[in-house]
């Protein structure tokens, strides 16, 4: 494919990949806007000129605060959209080309959330971080709950406090236990951490009673964005027995702005990990169901630069997101357009590939050196947790951009 738009070779923003995103400029009105090169394309405007003209949707989908009424159109229409942009991109006689304007600086523009997400399930999908985990509170040698290799462990997040790249976050107060036998205290926690995540965003809805096959599960699936789960270590640990985390989880997730649609993604699929035990029917699946998609976490202290602390991969995922998709709804759980499902922490086998710093730090034990501003066991004030991901094949890339915010100290 040849655009005759310029874009760098290292973009995440190919003619391979057009993401979606709501965007707006000095005039606060929102939008729909497609991701090329260093630049935003006004989707809205793009109608304007004719260029969807065959496939009769109502303009007004993309003049709006979220994506959501325009996912709702279904990919029988938002995949057309796509490939009509793409196909006005490599047209050097395209209508787009002689009206510059519709094109405007990624730098020049404000971007949003791009859904309104209904409600937010947040997975436990990462069978390295899964380990980790148990290792380190319960026992190295039975590290995994009887239940983890049989079904894909998740629960209810908070969508209210979903907040969009560049937003950025307070340190949260809640109660804390220092040492065994103690009261708990309430204080700011000391143990605020990032969860390396990726989520997606559903497509289509389902009726309450109805399930979603792993066969199915594609045509559900919107996109993908990068998302940090933020958490607070000390606040988890006291509150989530029995019934998992709660305040520590609930005060804040960030998402990045562009959703790169799933149909983007196809050239990157790959097989996942080996599943044994065999998994139940309706769990099973044909076909390659992961993607391998490289993912990366850097720390930027106030006034210094960044260093990389994670490199991991979407691809180390046990349970994929159809598995996570027909779980969800094999008890008849119905889906709205604009729910999010949130994979977890992704980590790797290496510890550089560790998607969370409890991991990073080993509990805090190890702290991680950064190339300035001193070492880490947990996130301090002020510091800046940017994750970025992005695929390659030869010469096509297609990335997320970032999702990127601050922690600021307690209010
Ligand atoms: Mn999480």
Redesign the pocket.
Known sequence: MHTWIKIDQNSDFSIYNLPFGIFSESDNVKRVGVAIGDTVLDVYAAYELGIFKDLKFDIRVLESDYLNDFIALGKSTTVKVRTYIQSELCNTNSVLKSHPSVFIKQNEVQMHLPVKVGDYT?F?SSIEHATNIGTMFRDPDNALLPNWKHLPVGYH?RASSIIVSGENVHRPKGQVVLGPNTEPIFQPSARVDF?L?MGFIVGKSTKLGESVSTDAADNYIFGKVLFN?W?ARDIQKWEYVPLGPFLA?SFA?SMSPWVVTLEALEPFKIDGPQQEPAVLPYLDFKGPKNYDIHLEVAIQPKNCIETVVSQSNFKYMYWNMNQQLAHHTVNGCNLNVGDLM?S??ISGKNPNSYGSMLELSWAGSKPVELNEGGARKFIQDNDTVIMRGHCQKGAIRVGFGTVKSTLLKAN
């Open positions: 947040d436990y997040g969860e995540e789960d958490s989880k997730s949130a977890g922490t």
